[in-house]
């Protein structure tokens, strides 16, 4: 069993910066993309950034230049560092992990949200 927990999210000034974590607890698998999607009532869920196993990694263009993504592997934590937040940027984070198990089989799991609020 794979649990991902979230944390890092919260109300920030425009142009502040914030920090998301996402820990994956469990053994026996083997991770390959690590990645940070959100969502508003608005829109559908949208990939924000994500970082492979072998270090490859892809931004959505509204946050290209303001967020990095970095990942440890030895801790199976992925990071999202939000620099020059804007009140667009107000959204549910979701953590999502694509991994193999014991057996071969991938599957792809999600963590339970995050809130980002961008306001003054």
């Known amino acids: 069993q794979v649990q991902l927990v979230e944390s890092g999210g919260g109300l920030v000034q425009p142009g502040g910066p914030l920090r998301l974590s996402c820990a994956a607890s469990?053994?026996?698998?083997?991770?390959?993309?690590m990645g940070w999607y959100r969502q508003t009532p608005r829109k559908v869920r949208e990939l924000v950034a994500s970082?492979?196993?072998?270090?490859?990694?892809r931004y959505a263009d509204s946050v290209k230049g303001r967020f990095t993504i970095s990942r440890d592997n030895a801790k199976n934590t992925v990071y999202l560092e939000m620099n020059s937040l804007k009140p667009e940027d107000t959204a549910v984070y979701y953590c999502?992990?694509?991994?193999?198990?014991?057996?071969?089989?991938?599957?792809?799991?999600w963590g339970q949200g995050t809130q980002v609020t961008v306001s003054s």
């Open positions: 970082i492979s196993s072998n270090g490859r990694i």
């Open positions: 999502n992990v694509d991994l193999e198990n014991a057996l071969g089989q991938r599957y792809g799991y």
């Open positions: 469990g053994s026996g698998f083997s991770i390959y993309v």
